[in-house]
């Protein structure tokens, strides 16, 4: 018994140094690398669904169930968001009363440029989305902000990403530590589970999409945000990325973060990053 | 509320909410009061009146069945409650509508789990046996409280 005890104890304090000589290059190997992330992400979605069109991930629900994909599309003869996108559409051309527009603000006018939202920039050290920078243009402007979770920011957001429809998401992440730190952080806030139901984002968005919870389908997180902002019906209204996030926490019954936080910021930032390759098909519309 | 089960009145049916049942309720309800009042008194009551005796005994033979019936009826209510065990998002279940499919329907669950303590760890937490489930800890959390999980279990032994 006492032999066996020894050779008990030995063996551990082997494995345990051992553990300790290796540790250190399993730190190393476990650097974060957004590239080999996106793709492991992406072939997930690929492989878990082999039928769907790759580019067809970025309709959400639609793409996990034929029927409701069909009820849709006789759905966007008139989409429930029109009013939005015109609305969104007169006020981009509205001029600030100092005689600027949010043309002013942003490359290309404004115009075809949604899948390059959230960048990351690198002299604020942090992640900039594209609600964030309409409030910034209009501050900038003497205009006061505008809520993000739906109206005036969803009416702008839905414009910008019309104009935007079929382009490629293409988010950078630049050779900066903190970048990488923002990307692993939005990483870390999706996977991470929280709130008395104790989900996280993956929870519904990587194990579970096209299954059903209630009535509802649940979609996948590959290519979400593509499709923002959204009318939803469950809102009868609009909402941006910023009321999608809020909702999503307290539906969870966990607490939700104020529109825009860094955590926000982060999982957007993320979430985009991995979605590169997929069109944008904003403003969508949803159940 | 108190549930009996007669030919007409079902734990499932709407029936068992109707006044004629309401009314026979709230007479068992009496009796059982009466019936459960400090066993001291109980039993020295017992030993002076025989009429008590009858009564009790008639108590007694209903109760028992009525209360596993009760429990059961009031598991359902919170399973079905969205604000509770909300188990139909996720769950098939016999009289409930619109399930959702990330769970495995609820069904014959006596006989998988024939020991109910293994119905009440997987409701209580069951991250602790599947750390991966979508499973929401209804005890650990807070959620629902130990009787509320007991009722559901009654339930769900039903099934």
């Avoid at chain 1, 499709?227 to 009321?243: D, F, H, K, L, V």
């Avoid at chain 1, 607490?255 to 985009?272: K, T």
């Avoid at chain 2, 769950?91 to 024939?114: A, M, Q, R």
Wanted: aromatic content about 10%.
């Amino acid at each position: 018994m006492k032999a066996r005890s020894a050779v008990l104890l030995a063996s551990l304090s082997a494995a345990l140094v051992a553990f300790a000589l290796t540790s250190p290059r399993v730190v190393a190997a476990d650097k974060v690398d957004p590239a080999t992330d996106a793709k492991a992400f992406q072939n997930f979605f690929f492989q878990k669904f082999p039928d769907v069109k790759h580019e067809d991930f970025v309709n959400g629900p639609y793409s996990m169930n034929a029927d409701m994909k069909r009820q849709w599309q006789e759905k966007e003869e008139f989409p429930p968001y029109e009013f939005a996108l015109d609305a969104g559409k007169e006020m981009f051309a509205t001029p600030f009363k100092n005689g600027k527009t949010y043309a002013d603000c942003f490359p290309n006018g404004g115009i075809g440029i949604r899948q390059n939202y959230p960048y990351f920039d690198t002299k604020e050290g942090k992640v900039v989305t594209l609600e964030l920078a309409l409030n910034r243009c209009r501050e900038a402007n003497g205009e006061a902000p505008y809520s993000y979770v739906k109206d005036e920011m969803a009416s702008l957001t839905a414009y910008m990403a019309f104009t935007s429809r079929g382009k490629l998401m293409d988010i950078k992440i630049p050779d900066d530590p903190r970048a990488l730190e923002a990307f692993e952080n939005g990483k870390r806030y999706f996977y991470t589970r929280r709130g008395q139901l104790n989900f996280s984002c993956a929870s519904c968005h990587v194990q579970s999409p096209g299954e059903r919870i209630r009535a509802e389908i649940l979609a996948p997180a590959l290519g979400i945000l593509n499709a923002m902002p959204i009318y939803r019906s469950e809102w009868s209204g609009m909402g941006t990325i910023s009321r999608r996030f809020v909702t999503c926490n307290s539906q969870t019954r966990a607490v939700p973060l104020e529109p825009q936080a860094d955590e926000y910021r982060d999982v957007e930032y993320f979430l985009s990053y991995v979605a590169n390759g997929l069109p944008i098909s904003g403003p969508g519309a949803r159940p | 509320m108190r549930k009996i089960l007669t030919p007409f009145c079902r734990v499932n049916s709407l029936d068992c909410q109707v006044q004629p049942f309401v009314l026979w309720n709230a007479s068992i309800s009496a009796i059982e009061t009466f019936a459960t009042t400090p066993r001291n008194d109980a039993l020295t009551a017992l030993a002076r009146t025989p009429l008590l005796f009858l009564l009790l005994a008639f108590a007694a033979g209903l109760v028992d069945p009525a209360r596993a019936q009760s429990a059961a009826a009031e598991g359902q209510k919170l399973a079905f409650d969205r604000g509770k065990g909300n188990c139909l998002t996720c769950h098939v279940i016999k009289g409930g509508d619109l399930p959702g499919t990330i769970g495995p329907e609820l069904k014959d669950l006596k006989s998988k789990y024939p020991d109910r303590n293994e119905l009440t760890a997987i409701i209580f937490d069951e991250t602790r046996r599947n750390p991966q489930t979508m499973m929401p800890p209804f005890g650990r959390n807070r959620i629902l409280t130990e009787q509320e999980i007991s009722a559901i279990v009654d339930f769900l032994q039903t099934l």
